[in-house]
């Protein structure tokens, strides 16, 4: 401890002996001349002549600029004095090249920039803790799906009841559905759809989250007697409620039917997503039949462990909970047998994961690529400068202050680039947070301190990366060569020459990795976007109307206003067709139901298949344009309770009945009477990238109780149509809220939207490190040329064939990309097998674009090195042998 | 003059300026160089202005303090004089010189070849 003490101290002292400096210098000599004086009075003493006596005085002293000399290595700090004078050297020296230097700090900026604002979201998305109470303790609990073939499936009432009874393992567990209002407008406010969730009263409290105004639930609010109350978000209670406090314990519609606002939650609360707007209580929401439903899989549960439980500890338990509750009701197909868990942050991300590393670990690579750039521009900097670096050293300069110079240049050039780069950063992170408002955690991105920590740690890393590889061309031993060289018969040093090429092929590997990885996701974004979703999705526009249970509680009023909308569209001039269903093609799973074929010989009940379903009009398919394979559209008179036909897919036929007849057979569904198969339609995809599975249409004119999706087709821009349609819901119904309106490509787009954005910003940064690594090659190429135009020169006067020259230098630049190519392949085929999720039908060692890649490089690199080459070869050997 | 002199090991010049100055009271560069070399009866190599270089080291670490004043026959010079903390350094150190020395002593006091018996 007093050591550090003592050092410290003596540093501030010596620190302090910076300034000062003319004051302490005249102390310093009046001492010294007071010394002498006293030692030649002694000497007089002695009996010593005056001029003995100083003589023999400045002797014993050992010379006065001596002394003084190290005296002032004690005083002050001579490291950092040089330092500093190096500092003053290279900002010299930079500005004194502009161009050279505006090429390194630009490139540092964007390789430093980048890879701040990658890190940022990284950090802040996979990495920060959630912000609530010990978020290490919060875990995510998951069913295993009945058949065992999906861990992540999400957990029926009747399951997470029984856990909650059974369970040891948890201080507390919480259940969350998902949910959608019709939020009523009041004063003249147009009536709006929101995305909402249903949560059990104890969530917030688990959570460790209270509301920023009012009160959370309670667990009175939680039951199916109880009055309805909602909690807003804060966006939601600033958007449409004016941010008014009064607010509370008012009153406002949800479909229709009154609920009492009883708080509103922080404005950085968004759980379980950001499009949340406001919250309810489940077992309120709820039937009571289906939280006590255990093979009716809708829910979300969230737990916190018990301190010293472990998450496999309390997995193993609820698994055990779950298997009892299946052996118990063997007479119920879907009923899971094991229960699975993650931590509440990584079920939080999901699969951006991947991506994100992906796109960090791009990042990292064109910041290495943008270090060797400036490196190799450093060394070439270096070698034009070997005459004066060798006077220095002969002089007596020591190769650490060499060493020392060239950090120093390289640090003011990674400085003055980082503060530019975090500039970039933080205009990358706010588009990135505007762009990607669907990812989630997108709104704890900041760029913070940590992240500037980052950014500083970036900078003194190009500093060293750059720096030190850049003197590793600085060589004791060549000094005298390089003193007695004379350019005449000499070509320029080899080793700064092969130092650049190796820092080229390092280059050229990395950018061919990004290149390979980045077509690798184009690729597959293409393939993406060309999949066939199985139905017209061309000027299609489509919108989601949902009744409020409260005003349609009848089948007959739904069907009603089903009937009454399509017959009043189908006569809009413009639209060719009309069509209403619970979810289009594209638009996600949308739900299944478990069956048996009243004609198959009856299966084990665990053995009971499932399917996906959809309840659609009967002008649907048409609307679409789903081909019609076989048998006939439901029936007019299939309404109501009179509904009992079933219309199936492709795949359906194929998987369930092979090469049977399925005209004419009937599917038990749970619950309802025998439904006739009366046709088979082609296959449709529910997300772009999943192979088409087995779908069942019911008819939507049953007057079924789900959320609709309306898709009408037109000749022309069917954008143009969203207006009037609205306009005739609103006639229909004035205070029914119409939802996203989208046309079928933004459906799509909007399901391949990760893709786009992956492939496009690494083919971002591949082209980025492309450029710079042919700017290094052509850079590279031309600074030998420029060195070696006299021994051009003589080999010309000796008659060596232009040609030859050209191909030459041609190759000696082709070489190190050749050898950057090929390690880049070997790395690219070891690295994008990482990348294989998210890839869609195209191989991690895909030919085409490995071919591809490869041609492009070469093109590239040869373009580069072709002018050099080419001045080469022009070389006139009279003027070139005039050099000297 | 034929004996060569005792080059000073590192450190130890530091240490001979702090008992010099413990045991002398306030001096000048002069003076201290003076009287090590007095102390040493003429054995030690001494280049007196490595005195200075030393002086600023140890009044950097607070063990000496330093003051302009006026010499016996009236010559301006700086004057030193040992810190508490210097006192304290001191007897830390010149115990460490005492143990080191006594073990330098034994160990050299081993006869040659003995261990070949």
């Known amino acids: 401890m007093s050591e550090i003490w003592k050092t410290s101290r003596a540093w501030f002292e010596r620190l302090g002996g910076l300034f000062h400096k003319a004051q302490r210098e005249a102390e310093l000599a009046a001492e010294l001349e007071s010394h002498l004086q006293l030692h030649v009075e002694d000497n007089l003493r002695a009996g010593m002549t005056r001029e003995a006596a100083r003589r023999d005085a400045l002797a014993k002293l ?30 010299r020296t930079l500005r004194k090249s502009p161009g050279f230097s505006f090429v390194a700090i630009l490139v540092m900026a964007l390789g430093i920039g980048a890879t701040t604002a990658l890190f940022t979201v990284v950090r802040s998305v996979l990495l920060k803790p959630l912000p609530f109470k010990d978020p290490e303790r919060l875990i995510r609990l998951y069913e295993y799906s009945a058949d065992d073939k999906f861990a992540y499936n999400v957990v029926s009432g009747g399951g997470f009841a029984e856990w909650r009874k059974e369970s040891h393992s948890f201080s507390d567990l919480a259940i969350l559905g998902e949910a959608q209002y019709g939020l009523s407008g009041v004063a003249g406010q147009l009536p709006e759809r929101v995305m909402a969730s249903n949560c059990s009263w104890n969530l917030f409290p688990m959570l460790g989250v209270e509301p920023a105004l009012g009160r959370g639930f309670a667990s009175a609010d939680d039951q199916p007697s109880a009055s309805a109350t909602v909690i807003l978000s804060w966006g939601l209670w600033k958007r449409r409620f004016g941010g008014d406090p009064a607010i509370l314990n008012q009153t406002i519609h949800l479909d229709a039917k009154p609920y009492t606002v009883i708080g509103v939650m922080p404005s950085w609360f968004a759980y379980p997503e950001q499009s949340v707007q406001l919250w309810t209580p489940t077992y309120h929401e709820e039937s009571p039949e289906l939280m006590q439903a255990i093979d009716d899989h809708e829910f979300s549960v969230v737990g916190r462990l018990k301190p010293r439980v472990t998450e496999a500890q309390a997995r193993t338990e609820l698994s055990v909970i779950m298997r009892r509750l299946h052996d118990q009701h063997l007479d119920i197909p879907f009923v899971s047998k094991a229960a699975n868990s993650r931590p509440l942050l990584e079920a939080m991300v999901g699969d951006a994961r991947t991506a994100l590393y992906v796109l960090l670990a791009a990042t990292f690579c064109v910041l290495l690529i943008a270090c060797s750039n400036v490196a190799s521009l450093l060394v070439a900097r270096g070698a034009t400068r070997r005459r004066e670096l060798a006077i220095r050293t002969a002089l007596g300069g020591s190769r650490r202050r060499l060493l020392r110079e060239h950090l120093t240049e390289s640090f003011v050039l990674s400085l003055v680039g980082g503060a530019a780069g975090l500039l970039i950063a933080y205009g990358v992170i706010q588009w990135f947070v505007t762009t990607r408002q669907d990812m989630s955690r997108v709104e704890a991105i900041r760029l913070d301190g940590v992240a500037a920590a980052f950014g500083a740690g970036m900078i003194l890393f190009c500093t060293f990366f750059a720096g030190a590889t850049s003197s590793f061309s600085i060589k004791s031993h060549q000094i005298l060569s390089s003193l007695q060289e004379s350019s005449r018969t000499h070509s320029p040093g080899q080793s700064p020459v092969r130092l650049r090429k190796a820092l080229l092929s390092l280059e050229v590997g990395l950018t061919v990795l990004l290149l390979i990885s980045s077509g690798l996701l184009l690729k597959s974004y293409e393939q993406l976007r060309a999949t066939h979703l199985g139905c017209i999705t061309e000027n299609v526009l489509t919108m989601h109307v949902d009744l409020p249970d409260a005003k349609y509680s009848q ?44 004609e198959h010989p009856p299966l084990p009940l665990d053995k009971t298949p499932y399917a996906i379903h959809r309840w659609a009009d009967p002008g649907y398919f048409a609307a679409l344009g789903i081909p019609f394979l076989r048998g006939q559209i439901f029936d007019k008179n299939q309404r109501l309770e009179k509904a009992s036909e079933v219309i199936i897919s492709e795949s359906f036929a194929r998987q369930y009945f092979g090469a049977e007849e399925p005209l004419g057979k009937h599917l038990l569904t749970l619950g309802r009477k025998p439904q006739k198969i009366v046709g088979v339609v082609g296959d449709t995809r529910h997300r772009v990238w999943e192979r088409p599975q087995p779908i069942m249409y019911f008819p939507l004119y049953s007057g079924i109780r789900e959320r609709t999706t309306l898709a009408i087709r037109s000749t022309s821009d069917v954008t143009s149509f969203a207006l009037p349609v609205q306009r005739i819901v609103e006639q229909l119904d004035p205070e029914l809220p119409v939802s996203d309106v989208l046309t079928m490509g933004q459906v799509i787009g909007q399901s391949t939207l990760d893709a786009n954005f992956e492939a496009t910003l690494l083919l971002a940064f591949a082209g980025l490190s492309l450029l710079l690594a042919s700017v290094g090659l052509f850079g590279v190429l031309s600074y030998i040329v420029a060195q070696r135009t006299p021994e051009i020169g003589i080999r010309l006067a000796l008659g060596a064939q232009r040609g030859a020259l050209l191909r030459l230098t041609l190759l000696d630049g082709l070489k190190p990309a050749g050898v950057g190519l090929a390690l880049g392949l070997a790395g690219a085929a070891a690295a994008t097998r990482m990348i294989s999720s998210l890839l869609y039908g195209v191989a991690p060692l895909d030919a085409t674009v490995f071919v591809a890649v490869t041609t492009l490089l070469l093109a590239v690199a040869g373009i580069a090195c072709l002018l050099p080459a080419w001045r080469a070869s022009r070389v006139d050997p009279v003027i070139a042998l005039r050099y000297e | 003059m034929s004996e060569s002199k005792l080059d000073l090991l ?45 002086l600023v080291r140890l009044q950097q670490r607070g063990w000496i303090s330093a003051e302009w004043g006026t010499s016996t026959n009236n010559r301006k010079a700086k004057f030193y004089s040992i810190t508490k903390r210097g006192r304290k350094q001191l007897s830390e150190d010149a115990a460490y010189w005492q143990r080191l020395s006594e073990v330098m002593g034994r160990v050299l006091a081993l006869p040659e070849g003995s261990d070949n018996k």
């Open chain 2, 10 to 54: 590192q450190g130890t010049l530091d240490l001979m300026v702090l008992q010099t100055l413990a045991a002398m009271g306030r001096l000048h560069g002069y003076g201290i160089a003076r009287r090590i070399e007095q102390v040493s009866g003429d054995a030690v190599l001494l280049n007196q202005g490595t005195i200075y270089a030393s």
């Open chain 1, 62 to 91: 050992g010379g006065v600029e001596q002394t003084k000399e190290r005296y002032r290595d004690r005083r002050g700090l001579p490291f950092l004095e040089t330092a500093l004078q190096d500092l003053r050297f290279s900002l």
């Open chain 1, 555 to 598: 089948p007959t009023q739904r069907l009603a206003f089903f009937e009454t909308l399509l017959d009043r569209l189908r006569t809009l001039p413009g639209i060719r067709a009309a069509g209403i269903a619970t979810s289009v093609p594209g638009e996600g799973y949308g739900g299944d139901n478990g069956f048996t074929i009243a």
